[in-house]
């Protein structure tokens, strides 16, 4: 149809949700912060990571952006394609927690008000399950809009936000 264009976006997807909250963090819109970031500045409106692995792998994960010139007449009725460069898909991330290990400390720590269990492989020193409660559904805080879910995040008193495991006092 004419004058009709779809246009296609991302959105990121937490299969697990509350169960690898902490690790994998979770992505929104920049903030005034963030503006100083490469990749932030080529791309203003893309979601970035707050915090976790999303955070911290950021730059890896978001790829890089495509680009489509176009003419339009004054109507702005697309007359011609004049060039168009994909985008490129960002890299792929493996981690070693086990999915029923962290299930199983998951389920443990729901036991308690707060508090974080994290599982170390002693040879290789490898993060086997993380987990730290209260949590947070990953989803709900990249969903808009997210009022109600965002208040109830920071007017509770135990700091959902807040991963034990890395940045708790003890």
């Known amino acids: 149809f004419p004058g009709f264009h779809l246009l296609t976006s991302s959105k990121r997807v937490y299969p697990f949700a509350n169960y690898f909250s902490h690790i994998t963090g979770y992505v929104n819109q920049p903030s005034k912060k963030d503006m100083h970031l490469s990749f932030v500045n ?8 707050k915090t976790g692995i999303e955070k911290f792998l950021n730059e890896s994960l978001i790829g890089i ?3 489509r010139e176009i003419e339009v007449n004054a109507v702005g009725r697309e007359i011609r394609e004049i060039s168009n460069q994909p985008s490129q898909k960002g890299k ?3 981690l070693t927690i086990d999915y029923r ?3 199983f ?3 443990e720590l729901s036991n308690y008000k707060a508090g974080s269990i994290v599982v170390i ?7 086997i399950a993380m987990a730290s409660n209260p ?7 990249s969903t ?7 208040n109830l995040i920071l007017n509770n008193s135990l700091s959902p936000l807040i991963n034990r495991s890395i940045q708790g006092l003890y």
């Open 121 to 127: 492989e002693v040879n290789s020193g490898e993060i």
């Open 92 to 94: 792929a991330v493996n």
């Open 65 to 67: 952006a495509g680009k």
């Open 135 to 141: 949590d947070y559904d990953p989803n709900l805080i």
């Open 42 to 49: 080529k791309m203003p409106s893309l979601n970035i990571g």
């Open 105 to 107: 400390i998951h389920k």
């Open 101 to 103: 290990v962290q299930q």
């Open 144 to 150: 808009k809009p997210n009022n109600d879910y965002w």
